[in-house]
């Protein structure tokens, strides 16, 4: 069973920038597709950016296209997401999940994910 812990969110002025961490432990991680999500108070989870297996293809939403950048360190079986230019609405709680399937390019479907973390909150004041 793999654990996931994200780490790295935190209280940020608009404009600022953090970056998330999100270390596995339990399985070796190389061989599965990752993603971040993000949940807002009052909102449903939303997809932020996912990176395949291999680091080689990566996704984003929209509204972060651009100004996060999803990558990956498979030897330290750990996924990081940059944000730069954080605006009031990133204000969320972002979870790391771990694709459901090996050798594969997961997309924006939280429903192509397993394995969860517990989320790091992050606020961007205005």
């Known amino acids: 069973q793999v654990q996931l812990v994200e780490s790295g969110g935190g209280l940020v002025q608009a404009g600022g920038s953090l970056r998330l961490s999100c270390a596995a432990s339990?399985?070796?991680?190389?061989?599965?597709?990752m993603g971040w999500f993000r949940q807002a108070p009052g909102k449903e989870r939303e997809f932020v950016a996912a990176?395949?297996?291999?680091?080689?293809?990566?996704l984003y939403a929209d509204s972060v296209e651009g100004r996060f950048t999803i990558s990956r360190d498979r030897p330290k079986n750990t996924v990081y997401l940059q944000m730069n230019s954080l605006k009031p609405e990133d204000t969320a709680v972002y979870y790391c999940?771990?694709?459901?399937?090996?050798?594969?390019?997961?997309?924006?479907?939280?429903?192509?994910?397993?394995?969860w973390g517990q989320g790091t909150q992050v606020t961007v004041s205005s």
């Open positions: 999940a771990v694709a459901k399937r090996s050798w594969y390019a997961p997309g924006s479907n939280s429903a192509d994910f397993g394995s």
């Open positions: 990176i395949s297996w291999s680091g080689n293809s990566t």
């Open positions: 339990g399985r070796t991680l190389s061989s599965y597709g």
